[in-house]
């Protein structure tokens, strides 16, 4: 089942009343919907509510996606519209003239480009998740290290992954995952409970 | 589990493996949080030096507040459509294989007929020397014109039609 298909399967539980399954397409994509819309909205706490709504408009919106095309880039999508309609109402411009469509905005990688207006507060925080991703990233044994680069950076399969590293699928796999829990380990004291959890 | 649900982020698991670990992400909180631990990771190695805060909890409580959602499966349809063009496309493609075969059999016979009366002059042959001869004009045969048969068995039988 490839990552696109989980996607699907999500959409089809959400369809049949699980909510739980669509908070778990907000989990995965609730980051990268922030960063798109952040590039049309400047204040950070409307991007957050511009995000929320857009995210409510997709779930509002389930019955009449047909998986024809991407479950990202239909919400990308959504992003958008609920961005330049956010705007619209404020009567504002958008922060620039080009026209993206929800395919350019899924390939849109370069962090550097992107205007991310924070608080202090969210800043601070958000420098030190990163720290502890990259300081954690390092201090793996080359291994671990090595297949989950070539898993997240590289966006290689497992079977490349393996064909790469000489070793079995299914040890890819279990390196993978010993690299996510390790860093996950050292994340865990600062991101807090589920109750307080912003991270 | 947590090793089922890092495969399941990559989409690398086998379709009744991934069903089972979305019914335990869906029974134990624990499960989601690393699901949610797992992809700021994710979103932190493959994107940001900067990255947003975690929006789900505000999306949870929204969607307490929606109506469940119950829509017809809407993918079935969607498979059923495909499958009636398949079914559509392969008809069609029996009807043109069928009407091409047709076509060549049609064609092909007074081609043959034309090309015999003009290349298969000498009939007063001897008989001993039937085989020669054919071996001989073999490639002025008009089998040659007919895809896939035996040069000899098509010019066999012009010869019997001119006797």
Not at chain 1, 57 to 82: D, H
Not at chain 1, 88 to 107: H, M, N, V, W, Y
Not at chain 2, 3 to 15: H, R, Y
Not at chain 2, 108 to 131: E, F, K
Request: hydrophobic share 40%.
């Amino acid at each position: 089942m490839s990552e696109r298909e989980v996607d699907q399967q999500l959409v089809d539980r959400a369809q049949r009343g699980d909510k739980h399954a669509f908070e778990l397409l907000v989990a995965k994509y609730q980051r990268r919907l922030l960063r798109l819309i952040s590039r049309f909205v400047r204040d950070s706490v409307e991007v957050e509510d511009v995000t929320q709504e857009a995210f409510i408009k997709a779930y509002r919106a389930l019955p009449t996606f047909r998986g024809e095309s991407a479950f990202y880039t239909w919400l990308y999508r959504i992003g958008i519209n609920t961005a330049k309609n956010h705007l619209q109402a404020l009567k504002r411009r958008t922060p620039t003239t080009t026209i993206f469509d929800a395919e350019e905005s899924e390939g849109f990688e370069d962090a550097g480009l992107l205007h991310e207006v924070s608080t202090p507060e969210n800043e601070l925080m958000s420098k030190q998740v990163v720290n502890v991703v990259n300081s954690s990233l390092q201090e793996l044994p080359d291994d671990l290290r090595t297949a989950l680069t070539l898993r997240e950076i590289e966006e290689l399969s497992y079977e490349e992954i393996a064909a790469a590293m000489n070793c079995p699928v299914g040890t890819v796999r279990s390196r993978i995952f010993r690299a996510r829990e390790a860093i996950a380990t050292n994340l865990r004291p600062l991101l807090g409970t589920s109750k307080d959890k912003r991270w | 589990m947590k090793q089922e649900i890092s495969a399941l982020m990559d989409g690398e698991l086998f379709d009744d493996d991934a069903e089972e670990t979305l019914d335990e992400l869906k029974r134990n909180p624990d499960k989601h949080e690393e699901w949610q631990t797992y992809h700021l990771i994710s979103d932190v190695l493959r994107q940001s030096e900067n990255v947003h805060a975690n929006i789900s909890i505000n999306i949870h409580e929204r969607l307490q507040a929606e109506p469940t959602i119950l829509s017809p499966r809407t993918r079935a349809s969607h498979n059923a459509r495909w499958f009636a063009l398949s079914a559509a496309a392969s008809v069609m493609a029996l009807t043109l294989v069928a009407w091409l075969s047709v076509q060549v059999g049609t064609e092909t016979a007074p081609q043959i007929a034309m090309q015999q009366s003009n290349t298969v002059r000498p009939a007063n042959l001897p008989a001993n020397g039937l085989d020669d001869y054919l071996m001989a004009h073999q490639e002025l045969s008009p089998s040659l014109n007919v895809h896939g048969m035996p040069t000899y068995v098509s010019t066999v039988a012009s010869q019997q039609e001119d006797q």
